[in-house]
């Protein structure tokens, strides 16, 4: 079952059209004195729960068969659907 | 003189029975897939540790056990991944005979295609290292490429003609299925408790170590935890707030309605994003992309349907016309160097883990269950699993399986 996504610019679209981009993880850590420990958590260490309890992830998606812009939008991984606002889809 | 029935239809037997639900085991391991089974066997057979519960949310082979392409293959990249997958295509054979069960080991070889000068020097390196190994493995070029597989196109019609290919005669094709309800066999013959339907919800610590498992069935307490829960694996370790590398993708596969014979060995092609064989009913099996997203579901899609179509038919151009039967999807928890993760006392002791296998998780799983059930018995990593410890990620060390000849997608 496919699913779609909502663009910020062009609305409700097949998700094919889109790139994933990966989890939200806030600002890149500042290089200076970085250890490469706190490097390689920032860059692939992630926690993805599953289950009713489980928040939506937020997580950034690319246009790429589209207007080209980048976004941030919520989605449950449980279900692939995207979680807007307090009700789904 | 009368004959016996060599099989005796109203004789037939359970191959395990459910046990009932103990609130204490000394080892209780997350997944009744054929990783979980593998290594719950191998703990009662070879250490006796009999005292084991596997839990399974669903059913035994809900998972990627039963929803992989069933093939089998040793010809990785890396010296060390090769050895372990080596050894694991040695067991099908032995554990037939040892579970007393067919798990229908079809021994056709595998063929990889290359289709550019960059795969065919992939092909050559990889060769080396595994005939240095003592794997077979061999180059061919397009004609032979042919005559091992009839049907393929090998001429400049395509957009990426083929080059050459990798010939792995020790790989194959073994029955999903067969490897599940034989372990679980094996396994309740020696007095695992399996139980089914049997949902985690949550994990016990005492701050230093795991106490027990909540779960649909109340609480079980142990002393060993295992984590084996295949695509699941990162979405378990997240209910103790450990953070993993790995990202859990569906893949997904279809087959076609039957053909007469004509398909002797598994052939792939990266380029393409195709693996086929032809399974004993005669179905053409074949696999595609993954998609992009994390996600933990088994949804598959039309998109891929139609992609693995029109691959197909590129190659084999004879395959046209054939229709789809039926889709599927598992997951796939994939790892930045498509590396897996097998540790021990992972922030707690006597915790382990045993994911991140990729789309490598079905031809893996008996030899990671012999070694995992090693390092849960004595506490003490196995030298095999040395070169699969989670902290080569923080150290930058990583494997070098991404330099790998059967590259899918964007993740490898």
Known sequence: ?89 | MTVKPSFNWLRLRRLWRPAPVRRHYDVVIIGGGIHGLATAYYLARTHGIRDVALLESHYIGFGGSGRNTAIVRANQRTAENVRLYDEGLKLWRTLTDELDFNLMFFNCGTLNLGHSEAAVNAFRMAASTHNHLGVKSELLDPQQCAELIPGLDISDRLAFPIHAGLYHPPGGVVRHDAVVWGLAKGAAAHGVHIHQGCEVQGIDTDGSRVTGVRTSLGTIRCNRLGIMAGGYGAAVAAMLGIELPIHPLTIQAMVTHPLKPFLHHVFSSGAYHVYANQTLKGEIATGAHMDPQVNYTNDATAYYLKHQAEALVELMPALRGVRFMRIWAGLADMTPDMAPIMEGHLGYDHLYLDAGWGYFGFKSGPVAGKYMADYMATGERPEMLKAFQLKRFLEGRYSGETAAVMKYGHWD
Request: aromatic share 14%.
């Open chain 1, 1 to 89: 079952m496919t699913f779609r996504l909502t663009c910020p610019v062009c609305g409700k679209r097949d998700v094919y059209e889109f790139t994933f981009g990966g989890q939200e993880r806030g600002p890149r850590p500042e290089q200076d004195e970085l250890s490469a420990e706190e490097h390689f958590r920032w860059t692939q260490f992630r926690m993805i729960p599953c289950g009713a309890q489980a928040p939506p992830q937020e997580e950034w998606w690319y246009h790429a068969q589209g207007c080209g812009v980048w976004f941030t939008t919520r989605r449950d991984p449980g279900t692939n659907l995207e979680v807007v606002g307090d009700g789904d889809e």
